[in-house]
Nanobody
Framework: QAQLSESGGGLVHAGESLRLSCVAA????????MAWYRQAPGKLRELVAS???????YYAESVKGRFTISRDNAEKTVSLQMNSLKSVDTAVYYC?????????WGQGTQVTVSS
């Protein structure tokens, strides 16, 4: 079995920061790529950032320089530090990984940025 659980969302003003966390209940966490996606109302879910088992990071162009993804293998957590938030960052944020060739998603956490 594999489960992901996100926390840390909330309502902030533009320019402020939030830190999202995802706790994973999954085997071989150390080698699994982990990612954060987001879905805004009326839009498709999009990849925000990812980090693989070698700590190689990827960021969408829209968040480069503002967001930082990190992982703690001992705690089986992946975090997303979001700075200089903008109203366009408003979305439900989901933690994601692969398990047995299928996507595993958390329940999502709402991030709302007021301008």
């Amino acid at each position: 079995q594999a489960q992901l659980s996100e926390s840390g969302g909330g309502l902030v003003h533009a320019g402020e920061s939030l830190r999202l966390s995802c706790v994973a209940a999954i085997s071989r966490f150390t080698s699994r790529p982990m990612a954060w996606y987001r879905q805004a109302p009326g839009k498709l879910r999009e990849l925000v950032a990812s980090i693989d088992g070698n700590f190689i990071e990827y960021y969408a162009e829209s968040v480069k320089g503002r967001f930082t993804i990190s992982r703690d293998n001992a705690e089986k957590t992946v975090s997303l530090q979001m700075n200089s938030l903008k109203s366009v960052d408003t979305a439900v944020y989901y933690c994601n990984t692969k398990f047995m060739n299928s996507d595993v998603w958390g329940q999502g956490t709402q991030v709302t940025v007021s301008s």
